[in-house]
């Protein structure tokens, strides 16, 4: 809020206005001057944007901490806006008077003289808005300014700008994960702050004390101020490391927001505390997501009496409907209401009218409250021991995507003697998919059911996995494999449910067609080219096991393309005579000659290479010396 900071080892602050608190300060040779110029995409240019668009009245804008006010010039041209600055110190008010606009000197501290300045700057006229831009964090009880300025405003119901840095920017959290915390004079870890701002914090403290947040035209930066040591790996742009957070951060928000730039109004004050406590909010084990489109009652009824028999009964159930009309939504109500009251408690039915098949899924794991997240299909057809065994390897494997088995059973729609819609068995169950995860076998098809998952609540909520909704297949498949990169898998080899088949009826093979299916795949491995992936222990052995494998069909596959010059050289390398002046060439490559050339480097060459080559190994040095090496020993062996 000061132009600059003073040079002494220690100043005066205010605190909730009752006692003065010494708090030290960083001696500078040179104080900083915070005076940094307007353009319309730093904090000035989108505040004084909010500021214009939240109020169409005529009035006065303060600006609370102005500084040197740039943001003056700008609002003068709004009509009917009159701009007063106001801050603690004099050096930024002296130009704003030479620049002609009216500003006041005064700290805040007080609410009730906070309030009658106010009162008294006005002499009248309207009060409009109100901004607090990059002062909060400088202040030892943000809280009780932001009080301040809510008694102010709430009469009026008038709107308030605020901008803090974020504490939260990608660059601050690479370094942080490495022990590194760098204050600088100015920037996102300025020296004289005292409050470090995330945007879950700025909402909790602004909503305690009765502000909504209307709108945000928050600062992006890709490179900010803490960008440095620019050769450290966790900072450098080309280094894997810094690709992988890179990657991971930018899922979740502000991953590039510099300062959060946001608008408010008066509203009730929440009153909960903006502190953090390491007590955990109480939540279901699992959120079990169910779509429906109300086609197959029967097998939703049938989904319901599954979850009612659970041996374990911590979840909730969450039924998507979607895109149904009120006759299936009436329906689908009606089969809630069958169910146990026990189960009905647990259930909430969520409507949702736009999007593609995967819409409802995004929805319903946002709504989730469970630890996990598990998705029931509306006829599939989980054991009772399905969410008891989740549960169970949760407890051994915290934090880790969670997989059992299921079984394929083939099903096929019938009607009853009564001429009812109903379901039936074809096929007896079949075990089709793998009793352990294997992610290297995972990237080349889907060896799991949805049913047999139970992913983190964190990979979506916290890190921002979303299913993808352009994907008309294997969103499934996309989203499992993305989750898996980033937590590894924890797996069971017992059978608790049964993947439903559908033999002819309607079903997601049925309804896209082959080209449909294969272009999917292409963008979802795409994706999977582009990201760096995390492997589990062991992947490297089976890597190596697999291009080994890879390797020798390749050589045999090209063997047999060999042509009779290959087969000549490789015949000539395995020659005695060239074995036998095999030290020779050591001795020469010790001494700087080129390596000799290796049988395994034949099957890569043309045919003209390696017709050359043959020729040169039979005209060299080694070979012309073996070939007179052997002509003696014929000689000798005659005279014997």
């Not at 005076?35 to 009245?57: C, K």
């Not at 946002?366 to 009772?384: C, K, Q, T, V």
């Not at 051994?396 to 009564?418: C, I, K, N, S, Y």
Request: proline content about 5%.
């Amino acid at each position: 809020m000061r132009a600059n900071r003073p040079t002494s080892h220690r100043r005066r602050v205010r605190s909730r206005g009752v006692r003065e608190l010494s708090v030290p300060v960083v001696s500078d040779a040179t104080p900083h001057v915070y005076d940094n110029q307007y353009a319309p995409e730093n904090v000035y240019g989108r505040a004084a944007e909010l500021i214009r668009t939240q109020s169409d009245t005529d009035g006065v804008h303060i600006d609370v901490g102005c500084s040197f006010g740039r943001i003056a010039e700008t609002l003068r041209r709004v009509p009917g806006l009159e701009y007063v600055g106001v801050d603690g110190s004099g050096d930024g008010l002296a130009s704003l008077r030479e620049r002609g606009f009216e500003c006041h000197q005064h700290t805040f501290g007080d609410d009730q003289i906070d309030r009658d300045f106010i009162k008294r700057i006005l002499k009248g006229r309207k009060l409009r808005s109100m901004s607090i831009l990059d002062t909060l964090e400088h202040l030892p009880n943000p809280e009780q300014m932001l009080t301040t300025l809510y008694n102010i405003c709430r009469e009026g119901g008038l709107p308030l700008v605020v901008s803090v840095p974020n504490v939260g920017h990608r660059d601050l959290g690479f370094k942080l994960a490495f022990g590194l915390w760098d204050y600088t004079p100015a920037g996102l870890l300025d020296h004289t702050h005292l409050r470090f701002f995330t945007e879950k914090l700025l909402r909790k403290m602004t909503r305690a004390v009765g502000w909504r947040e209307v709108a945000a035209n928050d600062v992006l930066m890709t490179s900010s101020d803490q960008r440095f040591p620019a050769d450290h790996l966790a900072i450098a742009e080309g280094s894997a490391l810094r690709g992988l957070l890179a990657r991971l951060r930018e899922r979740a928000p502000n991953a590039l927001v510099n300062q959060f730039v946001r608008a408010y109004v008066p509203d009730s004050p929440s009153g909960e505390s903006f502190l953090e406590t390491r007590e955990e909010p109480k939540r279901p084990f699992l959120s079990v997501v169910t779509r429906t489109q109300g086609r197959r009652l029967d097998t939703l009824r049938e989904v319901m009496l599954c979850l009612s028999a659970q041996t374990c009964a911590d979840f909730e159930l969450l039924i998507v409907a979607h895109r149904l009309d009120e006759s299936r939504k009436v329906l689908v109500r009606q089969v809630i209401e069958e169910c146990p009251v026990e189960l009905r408690e647990k259930v909430r039915l969520i409507s949702v009218d736009r999007g593609t098949r995967t819409t409802p899924l995004n929805i319903g794991f946002e709504e989730a409250r469970g630890h996990y997240i598990s998705i029931l299909d509306d006829d599939d057809i989980p054991f009772a021991h399905w969410i008891e065994e989740f549960k169970r390897l949760s407890e051994q494997h915290p934090g880790r995507m969670l997989r059992t088995v299921a079984v394929r059973q083939e099903f096929d729609e019938v009607r009853t003697h009564a001429g009812r819609k109903s379901v039936r068995a074809v096929s007896g169950m079949h075990r089709d998919y793998p009793a352990r995860f294997d992610l290297l076998r995972q990237l080349c098809m889907n060896l799991t059911p949805n049913t047999a998952l139970a992913f983190p609540r964190s990979a979506f909520h916290d890190f921002g996995l979303r299913f993808d909704e352009t994907l008309t297949t294997t969103e499934d498949w996309d989203f499992l494999m993305r989750v898996a990169f980033i937590c590894d898998v924890a797996s069971s080899d017992e059978i608790t449910c049964i993947y439903r088949w559908w033999r002819s009826s309607h079903s997601s093979r049925t309804e896209h067609h082959e080209d449909e299916w294969q272009e999917n795949l292409d963008r979802i491995l795409k994706k999977f080219d582009e990201e760096y992936l995390i492997l589990p222990p062991g992947s490297a052995s089976k890597l190596r096991d697999l291009m080994q494998l890879y390797s020798e069909r390749a050589l045999a596959h090209e063997t047999r393309a060999l042509k009779p010059e290959h087969y000549q050289l490789l015949e000539t390398l395995e020659s005695p005579s060239w074995n036998l002046t095999h030290p020779i060439r050591v001795a020469g490559q010790l001494l700087g000659h080129p390596a000799p050339i290796n049988p395994s480097q034949i099957v890569g060459m043309s045919e003209s290479a390696a017709k050359s080559t043959l020729k040169a190994v039979r005209n060299s040095k080694t070979m012309r010396l073996a070939s007179t090496l052997g002509d003696l020993k014929n000689k000798i062996m005659k005279k014997k």
